[in-house]
T-cell receptor
Framework: DAGVIQSPRHEVTEMGQEVTLRCKPISGHDYLFWYRQTMMRGLELLIYFNNNVPIDDSGMPEDRFSAKMPNASFSTLKIQPSEPRDSAVYFC????????????FGPGTRLTVT | AQSVAQPEDQVNVAEGNPLTVKCTYSVSGNPYLFWYVQYPNRGLQFLLKYITGDNLVKGSYGFEAEFNKSQTSFHLKKPSALVSDSALYFCAPDNTNAGKSTFGDGTTLTVKP
């Protein structure tokens, strides 16, 4: 199993540009989570899906952020327009249905907005 | 509402000494409790979990954790620390109603030779 796959691994963009982060969860996992990690704020849950349906997006910081999960094997997190304060490492994680299961994290996307 | 506290931002121990990374939580109902580890420039990795049963849980890399219901704690321990254990550790209770975990702020463990 390849684990959770995220792309790109690194993204450098200019303020105002659109950024799209991609995630492929582990096959068979029903939950998908998007996190953001910064030194100042630590690890923040942005949004999570169950069976492709968004369950809780209360962590999405602003309307500039949006996330979709069109099918069980793909999710995107989009920032439009991007701002320097969006610079962070963005993690995707997945886990199976059932509350006793741990989350499996991807390697993260390091986003730098200049 | 659920919450988790990792009272120490940093824990320093000498190699070969025992280590403890503390975690207390507030979760409604019966908690599922997880520890994750993050090495530099990597995603979080699952370390161990408490679901039910024996209060002492053993996990990867020789780590263990003790569930204490009366103190609502789930401290991570290891009898003999290694330099390679140096990393960022997260405690994460699971909200059994919502399907998501709440992550603590993390504790940086530094093991010195």
């Amino acid at each position: 199993d390849a684990g959770v796959i995220q792309s790109p691994r690194h993204e450098v963009t200019e303020m105002g540009q659109e950024v799209t982060l991609r995630c492929k969860p582990i096959s068979g996992h029903d939950y998908l989570f998007w996190y953001r990690q910064t030194m100042m704020r630590g690890l923040e849950l942005l949004i999570y899906f169950n069976n492709n349906v968004p369950i809780d997006d209360s962590g999405m910081p602003e309307d500039r952020f949006s996330a979709k999960m069109p099918n069980a094997s793909f999710s995107t997190l989009k920032i439009q327009p991007s701002e320097p304060r969006d610079s962070a490492v963005y993690f995707c994680a997945s886990r199976p249905q059932g509350l006793s299961y741990e989350q499996y994290f991807g390697p993260g996307t390091r986003l730098t907005v200049t | 509402a659920q919450s988790v506290a990792q009272p120490e931002d940093q824990v320093n121990v000498a190699e070969g000494n025992p280590l403890t990374v503390k975690c207390t939580y507030s979760v409604s109902g019966n908690p599922y409790l997880f520890w994750y580890v993050q090495y530099p420039n990597r995603g979080l990795q699952f370390l161990l979990k408490y679901i039910t049963g024996d209060n002492l849980v053993k996990g990867s890399y020789g780590f263990e954790a003790e569930f204490n219901k009366s103190q609502t704690s789930f401290h991570l321990k290891k009898p003999s620390a290694l330099v390679s254990d140096s990393a960022l550790y997260f405690c994460a209770p699971d909200n059994t109603n919502a399907g998501k975990s709440t992550f603590g702020d993390g504790t940086t463990l530094t093991v010195k030779p």
